[in-house]
Structures are given as structure tokens and as C-alpha cells.
């Protein structure tokens, strides 16, 4: 449907085309976006889905959607014809068949030079240095990240702000649990932040975009940055007392890293190293990640991903002229090193396949603009 076309969508509409038919990727743009309050979240295993707060009209339908209000549906990246509406606006175009990681200008592989950040980070440290740099260089004023609950002792990532490097690295590693880092929206509007960058999965990094084309107002303004990681799924947080300790015995206060290669790699605070196969995993795929089609972060400035030939390099993908100009300035200055992405070709190769296979998992019922016809 034309964006200049008026739009009447709510509540209603949300919950009976997103939420109730399983599209929901628990992204909670709906959430942030709602300037009532009225959409609560459930940020907890078995569950990660937004919900309706008032029961004048039960859970399926809502009084200020009845008098007009329709931010829920404009922030949500699964209504309708969500994706050529987030293409249209980022690139004034929309992907051709043959584009299934999404549009972009350069693929690169890409670590940084710091050697803290690279321990600390996820395959060589880059989300994690372009956030320091975008904060010492005043593009941002703080990011919407996870963080892992309590101090110590828990695995169970939740949404947070990062203002300074010691917040950024904090926040550092990859989880493969589900944060729904778009919820310290709130936190950081609060602290008077203006300048936002957003890290999330793919269903995440579509809410700004989303936002801007179908003109929502103010709520996605700050978001002036936006970070994607390629992302198959997601795993409940069940997965931890259900398949780590049943079977393995391995204690999540006890886990230090994951990575996935191939394998669930599990390294543990006693320096002991494990690998779980990823089909073992699989039952634990989180409910919101069944129908995604996005593996490759497609409407994020610059996506990114660890799935190169080692634990070392990230898969860089610069899709936009600011994604552009901030991995340039990187590279000139040494914060980062890269090389080119063609250098690891079995890499380029998985992209292309993950990013397809997501695709087909776009239910024929949806909307159609959603698949890519190869």
C-alpha cells in the first residue's frame, strides 16, 4: 500500500496480522512507539512479545486505536508491506531479485586495532569499536545495547544504554538469546540523550526505517545510527537449565563466550571448551524467529557478522553513505583494519545461502513484496 495513502491501521490490525499469526519478532518497536503506554512487553523466556495493556476492549483491540491512533502499526517492521516501504526510504529503491542479503555498497572483513576491544568483543571487536568511535567522535551520544543481568553469575541478556567505552564494552560478546535492545529507548530519552545508535538483530534494525517511511513522528528521530547482526534465530532463554545443564551439566553463571560456527562453541569461565551441535539447539528457537526473513540485517547502516573462516575478522556489510563514511574513517585512522570480503570466499557464499534460506521462510500469506523470486 502507497504511504500517501491514509493510514487507519491499529492495535487491532497488529494483533490479528502480526502478533496472533506468529509474524512477531518480539522487536517492540510497537512498544517504544506507543505514545499512550498502553502496549506492555514481556522480556522473559517463552515469551518475548508485546502485549495490550487495557482491558476495556480486551487484548485484541484498543480505545485509542478506535479514536485513530495507528503508531503501533507504523513502527511495526512485519505489517503489511514493510520492507520495500524501509527500502524505498533508505536507498530510493527497492532490491532486485537477485539482492537477498539486502543493498549495499562494499562487503569487507573487518577486526579492530585495540587489543581490549578484540578480547572483549565478538570476532575481532567491530561492533564494539564503532561505538567508542562514534561516541569520541560526538556522531552519537549513546547506544541502545544488551547487557547481561546483574553484575555477575547470569547469562540472560537485557536491553541497556552505553554512554562511555566501559558501558560499550560491557555490553560487548554476542549472546544468541533474545534482548530487545530497542526497550532502553525509554532510559535514554530520559537521560536527555539526542544522538542514538541502535545494535540488534535484523527485526530490530528495520523499526527506524520503518518509523521514517511511513512518518511516524518524533519516537525514531534520535536513531542516528543504526548497527544489524546477521541473525538465523534466536534461542530461549530456557535453553540454559534445559539443554546446557540437563544434559552437559554446564552451569550458565559459569559461561563465559558462545560463538556460533557450525557449532554452538561454549567457553567456560574454567577455561573448559564445548561444542553443541546446533540441531540439539533447535527446539529451543525462539517463536519469533520461525517466519524471519531478514538474516542479513538488510535496513541497518552497516551489518555485521562473525562468519568467516575464524573467530577473528567480521563480516562487514556498508549499506548506507553514513555506514560508509564512518568504516572509512576507521580504516584512515587505524582504529580498525579490514580486508576485502572476497578474500574469504566460503564466507560471501554462507551469506548469500543463510540470507536465502531466511527468505523462504516468509509465509505465502504475507505480504508477497516480502519474498525474493530467484
Request: glycine letters at 10%.
Given at each position: 500500500?502507497?504511504?500517501?495513502?491514509?493510514?487507519?491501521?491499529?492495535?487491532?490490525?497488529?494483533?490479528?496480522?502480526?502478533?496472533?499469526?506468529?509474524?512477531?519478532?518480539?522487536?517492540?518497536?510497537?512498544?517504544?512507539?506507543?505514545?499512550?503506554?498502553?502496549?506492555?512487553?514481556?522480556?522473559?523466556?517463552?515469551?518475548?512479545?508485546?502485549?495490550?495493556?487495557?482491558?476495556?476492549?480486551?487484548?485484541?483491540?484498543?480505545?485509542?486505536?478506535?479514536?485513530?491512533?495507528?503508531?503501533?502499526?507504523?513502527?511495526?517492521?512485519?505489517?503489511?508491506?514493510?520492507?520495500?516501504?524501509?527500502?524505498?526510504?533508505?536507498?530510493?529503491?527497492?532490491?532486485?531479485?537477485?539482492?537477498?542479503?539486502?543493498?549495499?555498497?562494499?562487503?569487507?572483513?573487518?577486526?579492530?586495532?585495540?587489543?581490549?576491544?578484540?578480547?572483549?568483543?565478538?570476532?575481532?571487536?567491530?561492533?564494539?569499536?564503532?561505538?567508542?568511535?562514534?561516541?569520541?567522535?560526538?556522531?552519537?551520544?549513546?547506544?541502545?545495547?544488551?547487557?547481561?543481568?546483574?553484575?555477575?553469575?547470569?547469562?540472560?541478556?537485557?536491553?541497556?544504554?552505553?554512554?562511555?567505552?566501559?558501558?560499550?564494552?560491557?555490553?560487548?560478546?554476542?549472546?544468541?538469546t533474545y534482548s530487545a535492545n530497542t526497550?532502553?529507548?525509554?532510559?535514554?530519552?530520559?537521560?536527555?540523550?539526542?544522538?542514538?545508535?541502535?545494535?540488534?538483530?535484523?527485526?530490530?534494525?528495520?523499526?527506524?526505517?520503518?518509523?521514517?517511511?511511513?512518518?511516524?513522528?518524533?519516537?525514531?528521530?534520535?536513531i542516528k545510527l543504526n548497527i544489524g547482526?546477521?541473525?538465523?534465530?534466536?534461542?530461549?532463554?530456557?535453553?540454559?537449565?534445559?539443554?546446557?545443564?540437563?544434559?552437559?551439566?554446564?552451569?550458565?553463571?559459569?559461561?563465559?563466550?558462545?560463538?556460533?560456527?557450525?557449532?554452538?562453541?561454549?567457553?567456560?569461565?574454567?577455561?573448559?571448551?564445548?561444542?553443541?551441535?546446533?540441531?540439539?539447539?533447535?527446539?529451543?528457537?525462539?517463536?519469533?524467529?520461525?517466519?524471519?526473513?531478514?538474516?542479513?540485517?538488510?535496513?541497518?547502516?552497516?551489518?555485521?557478522?562473525?562468519?568467516?573462516?575464524?573467530?577473528?575478522?567480521?563480516?562487514?556489510?556498508?549499506?548506507?553513505?553514513?555506514?560508509?563514511?564512518?568504516?572509512?574513517?576507521?580504516?584512515?585512522?587505524?582504529?580498525?583494519?579490514?580486508?576485502?570480503?572476497?578474500?574469504?570466499?566460503?564466507?560471501?557464499?554462507?551469506?548469500?545461502?543463510?540470507?536465502?534460506?531466511?527468505?523462504?521462510?516468509?509465509?505465502?500469506?504475507?505480504?508477497?513484496?516480502?519474498?525474493?523470486?530467484?
Amino acid at each position: 500500500m502507497s504511504t500517501t495513502t491514509r493510514w487507519t491501521y491499529q492495535w487491532k490490525e497488529l494483533y490479528e496480522e502480526v502478533i496472533d499469526t506468529g509474524l512477531c519478532t518480539g522487536c517492540a518497536g510497537c512498544v517504544i512507539s506507543c505514545p499512550h503506554d498502553v502496549i506492555g512487553y514481556r522480556h522473559e523466556a517463552g515469551h518475548y512479545k508485546p502485549y495490550h495493556l487495557e482491558d476495556e476492549l480486551g487484548p485484541q483491540d484498543c480505545v485509542h486505536g478506535v479514536k485513530g491512533c495507528t503508531s503501533c502499526t507504523r513502527a511495526c517492521p512485519r505489517f503489511r508491506n514493510w520492507e520495500t516501504q524501509a527500502d524505498q526510504h533508505l536507498f530510493g529503491r527497492i532490491r532486485e531479485a537477485d539482492e537477498s542479503a539486502g543493498i549495499y555498497k562494499d562487503i569487507i572483513l573487518a577486526k579492530a586495532t585495540d587489543a581490549t576491544v578484540q578480547e572483549l568483543g565478538q570476532d575481532g571487536g567491530l561492533v564494539s569499536a564503532i561505538l567508542i568511535w562514534c561516541l569520541n567522535h560526538a556522531i552519537i551520544d549513546g547506544a541502545l545495547v544488551s547487557h547481561l543481568e546483574g553484575n555477575a553469575g547470569g547469562w540472560k541478556a537485557i536491553p541497556a544504554v552505553a554512554t562511555n567505552k566501559e558501558e560499550v564494552l560491557a555490553g560487548a560478546g554476542s549472546r544468541y538469546t533474545y534482548s530487545a535492545n530497542t526497550l532502553a529507548f525509554t532510559e535514554a530519552v530520559e537521560q536527555g540523550l539526542q544522538s542514538l545508535a541502535l545494535v540488534g538483530m535484523s527485526c530490530q534494525t528495520s523499526v527506524a526505517p520503518v518509523m521514517w517511511s511511513r512518518k511516524i513522528g518524533k519516537v525514531g528521530r534520535p536513531i542516528k545510527l543504526n548497527i544489524g547482526l546477521l541473525c538465523s534465530k534466536s534461542f530461549d532463554d530456557s535453553l540454559f537449565d534445559e539443554l546446557f545443564w540437563v544434559k552437559y551439566g554446564l552451569r550458565k553463571q559459569d559461561v563465559k563466550k558462545m560463538n556460533v560456527k557450525g557449532v554452538l562453541q561454549v567457553w567456560m569461565s574454567n577455561g573448559d571448551y564445548h561444542e553443541i551441535s546446533l540441531k540439539e539447539c533447535h527446539a529451543w528457537t525462539r517463536e519469533g524467529c520461525n517466519m524471519c526473513p531478514d538474516f542479513a540485517a538488510e535496513h541497518a547502516d552497516i551489518s555485521t557478522g562473525g562468519i568467516g573462516e575464524g573467530n577473528d575478522w567480521t563480516l562487514t556489510i556498508v549499506r548506507s553513505d553514513l555506514g560508509r563514511a564512518i568504516i572509512t574513517a576507521m580504516l584512515e585512522d587505524g582504529t580498525i583494519e579490514g580486508k576485502p570480503g572476497d578474500s574469504d570466499p566460503g564466507a560471501l557464499k554462507l551469506l548469500h545461502k543463510l540470507a536465502q534460506k531466511s527468505r523462504d521462510r516468509w509465509p505465502k500469506w504475507a505480504a508477497e513484496e516480502v519474498r525474493v523470486q530467484v
